[in-house]
């Protein structure tokens, strides 16, 4: 039962998160000019009449729409994968196997810490669709999903990973010393 619960409120925790993050990107998105503008480019305004729903100003508002549900979409898939990589790292650490093979499981959950890097890498792909009409826009979403993906995955070998390994060979130091 203690397991359940502590899963449930850790994938509470995430889409709280990730719920969050959206709401406040949407938010700053219909509130601001500025960050609108990092997502619609700095065009400026259109010279001349333009019927709604036509011509070039809404077709920058729609393009602004995609680049920030991509976006959005990156922030949301980042999250996932550093939950699920902390989720990996918890589970090898708190098994009751012997401490050897922990220490081969967590070499083998290495793949787990790269995904937030390979998810920046689809947010860079991503924003090449972007770039065929707004370049400007297309940069943002590539640097900053790459951004994000190297500052996760970062954050999870140093504040995750290292403490979980230096944790698993003090142990086995202290088995091998009971011996």
Do not use: W
């Not at 009751?96 to 793949?111: C, G, R, S, Y």
């Not at 790269?114 to 640097?143: E, H």
């Not at 140093?158 to 202290?174: A, D, N």
């Amino acid at each position: 039962m203690k397991k359940s619960a502590f899963l449930f409120l850790y994938i509470a925790f995430l889409i709280l998160l990730s719920a969050g993050s959206v709401f406040l990107i949407l938010y700053f998105y219909d509130c601001s000019a500025f960050f609108r503008s990092l997502f619609e480019g700095g065009q400026g305004a259109v010279i001349g009449p333009v019927s709604s729903g036509g011509g070039f100003a809404a077709q920058t508002k729609f393009v602004g729409r995609i680049s920030l549900y991509i976006f959005m979409g990156i922030i949301v898939i980042q999250f996932v994968a550093f939950f699920l990589a902390m989720t990996i790292l918890r589970l090898v650490k708190k098994s009751t196997e012997h401490i050897d093979l922990k220490l081969q499981k967590l070499e083998n959950a290495d793949i787990f810490l790269d995904l937030p890097l390979y998810v920046g890498l689809f947010g860079t792909v991503a924003s090449f669709i972007v770039m065929t009409f707004n370049p400007q826009v297309s940069r943002l979403i590539a640097y900053s999903s790459t951004l994000i993906g190297i500052i996760f995955s970062v954050s999870l070998r140093t504040i995750v990973l290292f403490p979980t390994r230096q944790y698993l060979l003090v142990e086995k130091s202290e088995h091998l010393a009971g011996e």
